[in-house]
């Protein structure tokens, strides 16, 4: 079953000789609980991709739809709610709100979506991350693979229909690169979870069912 359709994805900045094509007629498809990893060296469109087919960024052309629906076709406000409970994202940096505990960066968008917390799901998750016993930590008190496996659970505590992580082991270490890739294998096969990974290491995209190469903002 077909979760994510692009259309002739383009994104322009600048213009006249400034005009760089960040990225360039983009097509492809991906399945439901398919694993998808993108890799492409610095500068290649690959970030640049994957914030517009999670609505961070608008095209300049093209199109993307989610289970069906052109994102696109969604005015701001509509879009922020559409990607807040169909897109989960996981950064290099985490992205953690300091002041925040590891259970409630996790329900962050349960809370702004005035949606109630699964205590079952909730808990699930914390013991499959490994942070049942770190649950009231705020996030200074944790290691970057342990604000990582935070990042993931806020990623999927809403159920989204994708999960986007965006070079998610840029910023650790090899044994917590590890650690990290293997949690999103598990969350795929576990919970069906479609996941589209960047990353620039060829060894980490190995995991994925399918990798997409990007070179120049196109795909080759």
Known sequence: MEILKVEH????YGKGDNEVIAVNDIS?????????????????????????????????SGKVFIEGKDIYDLKDDALAI??????????????????????????LPCDLD???????????????????????????QLSGGQQQRVSIGRA???NPAIVLADEPTG?????????????LKMSNKKYNQTI????????????????????DGKLV
């Open 28 to 60: 492809f498809t991906v399945n439901k609980g398919e694993f998808v990893a993108i890799v492409g060296s610095s500068g290649s469109g690959k970030s640049t991709l994957l914030h517009l087919i999670g609505g961070v960024d608008r095209p300049t």
């Open 196 to 215: 589209i990974m960047i990353t620039h290491n060829l060894e980490i995209a190995k995991v994925a069912d399918r990798v997409i190469k990007i070179e």
């Open 171 to 183: 910023n650790l270490d090899s044994k917590a690169s590890n650690e990290i890739v293997e949690l």
């Open 156 to 158: 999927l505590i809403n």
């Open 82 to 107: 559409f990607r807040r409970r169909q897109v989960g994202l996981i950064y290099q940096f985490y992205n953690l709100i300091p002041i925040l505990n590891v259970e409630e960066n996790i329900t």
């Open 114 to 140: 005035g949606k109630k917390v699964d205590p079952v799901y909730l808990e699930e998750l914390l013991k499959t991350l490994g942070l049942s016993d770190r649950k009231k930590h705020l996030p200074n």
């Open 9 to 12: 994805l383009t994104k322009k």
